[in-house]
């Protein structure tokens, strides 16, 4: 399984970004966003199934930020919106074969990740 982040960039407070993770190999059955910050520990962002399309997101991104999925190109879409300077981070993407509603917000149930992509927004 690979999985390919890619759409980080700089942008202005207040601004948008659409990150991207492509899939290849197997489909799992839910996707993850993370995101790490220098200095910090990595922090969950938003997860969706792929059947079914429930969604969980961090309070932090709640009403800013979407996660979607295009089932042909098995890709998973963050679009960020409204975005702070303390969205500045590495994010990543991360998939699982098998895992509970729960507890869709823990990066160490996650099997495989991509590289991340940088954002940062300036203020």
């Known amino acids: 399984v690979q999985l390919q982040a890619s759409g980080g960039g700089l942008v202005q407070a207040g601004g948008f970004l659409r990150l991207s993770c492509a899939a290849s190999?197997?489909?799992?059955?839910?996707m993850g966003w993370f995101r790490q910050a220098p200095g910090k520990e990595r922090d969950f962002v938003t997860a969706?199934?792929?059947?079914?399309?429930?969604?969980v997101y961090a309070d932090s991104v709640k009403g800013r930020f979407t996660i979607s999925r295009d089932d042909a190109k098995n890709t998973v879409y963050l679009q960020m919106n409204s975005l702070k300077p303390e969205d500045t981070a590495v994010y990543y993407c991360?998939?699982?074969?098998?895992?509970?509603?729960?507890?869709?917000?823990?990066?160490?149930?996650?099997?495989?990740w991509g590289k991340g992509t940088l954002v940062t927004v300036s203020s």
């Open positions: 969706i199934r792929w059947r079914g399309g429930s969604r």
């Open positions: 190999g197997r489909t799992f059955n839910t």
């Open positions: 991360a998939t699982v074969s098998r895992i509970i509603l729960s507890t869709m917000n823990r990066a160490n149930r996650y099997d495989y």
